[in-house]
């Protein structure tokens, strides 16, 4: 199959995935250098950096993105 651009390029569908996904995490050596684990990071950054903000100016944040919320 062959796309000449990403609109009409077909998304794989949840259900048309692979059904046995595993994840290792490696642990660093002297020939591999440590890493992060990638994007099971990713989702907690914003509420804990919107709590820690809070903890830090005692205004709570309730919308995304925070634009100038913390100026006003």
């Known amino acids: 199959m062959q796309q000449n651009n990403?609109?009409?390029y077909k998304v794989?569908?949840?259900g048309e995935g692979a059904m046995d996904v595993r994840t290792h995490i490696?642990?660093?050596t002297i020939d591999i250098p440590?890493?992060?684990v990638g994007e099971p990071g990713v989702?907690?950054?914003a509420p804990a950096?919107?709590?820690?903000?809070f903890a830090a100016t005692g205004k709570r944040i309730r919308?995304?993105?925070l634009?100038?919320?913390l100026s006003a």
């Open 43 to 45: 989702p907690p950054f």
């Open 6 to 8: 990403f609109h009409d």
């Open 49 to 53: 950096f919107i709590n820690a903000m």
């Open 26 to 28: 490696v642990p660093a």
């Open 34 to 36: 440590s890493s992060g």
């Open 63 to 65: 919308n995304l993105p």
């Open 67 to 69: 634009g100038d919320q």
């Open 12 to 14: 794989l569908r949840i």
